[in-house]
């Protein structure tokens, strides 16, 4: 299974449609939050993907939940947009969070800086921002009980 994970949007739709069109075997999207709007204005053109979506502290008068877990091919994932763990500052809250709730995968945004790692048996990724001077976003795959983890850095110029 590919999914991808964005968050960070801030008004980029065109660029998170361009990514989904690209990543046409993603069955997946994490939307970790701020651009739930963007989301919305793309998620219907495909209709082939599961949308997993947050709200952030930029998703003025949204009525998504701070926080979700899902379980896919035997992963549980704890996911969030993190201001309410105050990722900017340290990410041992969120771990904390992540493994109270024995996720494997931890995924949160709101620092605009990717991360991706793997610390003691959790899976800790931050997809970073599609606005950021260095755009990105995350990759993960689940393959046979396994999981692969990358960041992809979009060019800032182009972005793609």
Same mark, same amino acid.
């Given at each position: !299974?590919?999914?991808? &994970? ?7 739709? *065109? ?5 989904? !069109? ?28 599961c949308f997993y979506m947050v709200r952030g502290n930029c998703d003025w008068g949204s009525s998504? *939940?701070?926080?979700?877990? &899902? ?12 201001? !309410? ?7 041992? *809250? ?30 800790? !990724? ?12 995350? &990759? ?21």
């Amino acid at each position: !299974m590919r999914i991808i &994970v964005v968050s960070d949007i801030h008004g980029r739709a *065109d660029i998170l449609k361009r990514i989904l !069109m690209k990543e046409q075997k993603a069955e997946v999207v994490f939307f970790l939050g701020d651009g739930e709007n963007d989301v919305n204005k793309v998620k219907f053109d495909f209709p082939e993907k599961c949308f997993y979506m947050v709200r952030g502290n930029c998703d003025w008068g949204s009525s998504l *939940d701070l926080t979700g877990t &899902v379980t896919l091919e035997d992963k549980k994932f704890f996911y969030t947009h993190g201001h !309410m763990h105050f990722v900017k500052f340290q990410d041992e *809250d969120i771990k904390l969070t992540a493994r109270n709730c024995y996720a494997d995968i931890v995924l949160f945004g709101h620092t605009h800086k990717a991360v991706n790692y793997y610390e003691d048996g959790l899976y800790v !990724m931050n997809p970073g921002s599609l606005t950021n001077y260095e755009p990105s976003y995350g &990759v993960i795959e689940l393959i046979n009980g396994g999981v692969l983890t990358n960041i992809v850095h979009l060019s800032p110029e182009r972005r793609f």
